[in-house]
Each structure stands twice: as C-alpha cells, then as structure tokens.
C-alpha cells in the first residue's frame, strides 16, 4: 500500500513537470511568434489622418517583411508600413506604399499617378479646397516620371539629370548604412571651374560654394533652385554644376542595387513627409504592415485622456 502510494505521488510530480513544460513551451513559442511575426507601435502624427489617428497603437504584422516569412509574403500596393528611414526612434514613420520596384511613378498638380498600376486605387490627390504649390517652391505636388529600383538594377551615375542623380545617391546610402556617402559638386562658368564662388542672395544657402553643408548635399530641391539662381545670375554665360558621388575618397561611377525600392505616401497630402521629399525607401528599412488598431487615446483641449473606444479592434485600409 505504501509502495503504491509512492509511485501515485512520484505519477503525480512527472505530471506537474511535464505541465509545466508545455506551459513554457507554449509560452515560448508565443514570445517569438510575438517578436517574429507581429508588433505594436503607437503613432504620434496626423500625417495618415483620417485612416490612422495621432494616439492609435497599431498592431503590425510582419510577415512581408521579416526573415523567413518574407519568402512566403509580398507587399503590396496599398498597404500602411510602419518603418525607419535611419537608425533610432526619432526616424519611425508610418505611410501608405503606392509604388513597388519596377513601377513608374510621377506626381503632376498634387495628383499621384502610378503608370504600372493604372486605375484609381492607389492614387491618393491633392484636397479639391487646397492650392497647388508651384513646383519652384517645394517637391510637394509635382515630380517628374521616376521608375523604382529594383534588386540587380545596375545605374550610371554620370548619365543622370540633377534630380535623378540625387535620389539614387540618396538610395544607395541608405542601403549601405554603414558607409560613408557625400555628394561633391562643381560649378563651371562659361566652361571655367570656379571652386572659391562666394554665393549670395539665395534664399537656401549663402557663402562659400565649396562649403555648402552636408546636409543640402543630397538635396536634389536644393541643386535645382541653386543652378536655376545661378543662371539667373548670369544670363549671358553658360552656368553648369557637375555632381560626383563619393564613398570617403572613392568615386563612385556605377552601382548595382542589392535591395528593391518602394515609394511611400501620406494620407494627408498637405502636411505628409514621404517619399516626395526623402525619396524611395528599401525594403529592409520596413518593420511591417498596420492590421488594427489595439488601443486609442488622446488629450482634450482641458488636458484630459480619452479613449476612442469605436477605433479599438478597427482594421487599417
């Protein structure tokens, strides 16, 4: 009898430890799937208003872009990302993509159009009550035809117009994350390089020509309205700019793409920062697709938190 009662109670432990296994098993297997496959991101802009809200958490699936699901799963057209365009929090964002690797793109009077996908869904356009902005003033409602890189396209860089020339220099450093790009330039006038021009007058940049910042390097806006000043400056000579990219003291003259490009846009038209302004995005810099709202809140004009109760559980189109 006490024999018995021995091995009932020693039964009764493997139980207890085997249960408790399956229980960490499981739990396990919910933790990667949480970190593998879904996240939650709490979105602070009006930039996708009205589909997304400053104060939703977003859940956000993973599956298209996330090692090994991405070999199952596509983006697609459509769909609202959440991602980064760099390292660190402050660069988090969350757009719609309208344009996948291989598509030809081109904005014209605030008016989206993607010429491989050529009904309406994806053409998000500019507010009937809104005022298109000349294209001398900002990038927002005009940009000439573009096509999307894809993985293997292989560029020339000297054969590209100013525009061009940047946003692929903007490309490739953000795919090479870990090197150092810096786009060099050179003013000719009347076929004479003049490496100590003094600019002045100019609305986005004044001093020394070969001390313009880093930071305006890259920007294609910024080289057109420049050569643009330039010439009106000097009417009757010939004023050229001549763009070299550079990685440290290395000329870069050709480059293949390692990763495919996607074109990103704001619901909001009007106050968006996407892909008109920063240019296309890789997909590596993706974190993944918004599927629902998990949670809304936000603070009243008296400082007050209130839950959007009719946004939780809502699905993100």
């Excluded at 139980?15 to 996240?39: E, N, S």
């Excluded at 400053?54 to 991405?70: E, H, N, Q, T």
């Excluded at 390097?217 to 000043?229: A, E, T, V």
Aim: net charge positive; with cysteine.
């Amino acid at each position: 009898m006490a024999l018995s009662s021995h091995v009932s109670a020693g039964d009764s432990s493997v139980t207890v430890v085997r249960l408790i296994l399956r229980i960490l098993l499981i739990a396990l297997a919910l933790l990667i799937f949480r970190y593998a496959a879904c996240d939650s991101y709490s979105i602070k802009t009006v930039q996708m208003k009205p589909s997304v809200l400053p104060g939703d958490r977003l859940i956000v699936s993973r599956f298209a872009y996330a090692f090994p699901f991405k070999l199952a799963f596509r983006p697609r057209r459509g769909d609202v990302v959440i991602g980064n365009l760099h390292a660190g929090k402050d660069s988090l964002f969350c757009l719609r993509i309208v344009a996948l690797p291989g598509d030809t793109l081109s904005i014209h009077d605030g008016r989206f159009i993607n010429n491989a996908y050529p009904d309406d869904a994806f053409r998000p356009k500019l507010s009937d009550t809104a005022t298109v902005v000349p294209m001398d003033y900002s990038l927002r409602d005009y940009m000439a035809t573009l096509t999307l890189p894809h993985k293997g396209k292989r560029v020339l860089l000297d054969s590209l117009n100013i525009r061009d020339f940047c946003l692929t220099a903007g490309m490739i450093a953000m795919a090479n994350p870990d090197r150092t790009y810096r786009i060099r330039a050179r003013l000719f006038i009347d076929g004479i390089e003049m490496p100590e021009y003094r600019i002045s007058a100019f609305a986005l940049y004044r001093g020394a020509f070969d001390s313009i910042p880093a930071s305006l390097s890259m920007n294609s806006f910024f080289w057109s309205r420049l050569l643009d000043f330039l010439r009106g400056k000097h009417e009757e000579k010939e004023v050229s700019l001549l763009l070299s990219l550079f990685e440290k003291d290395n000329l870069v003259i050709t480059h293949t793409f390692r990763q495919s490009f996607i074109f990103l846009l704001a619901d909001n038209w009007q106050s968006g920062y996407d892909s008109r302004f920063f240019g296309p995005v890789n997909l590596s810099r993706i974190r993944g697709s918004a599927v629902s709202v998990l949670w809304s809140a936000y603070t009243d004009s008296t400082g007050s938190r209130n839950i959007r109760f009719n946004r939780i559980g809502k699905f993100i189109s």
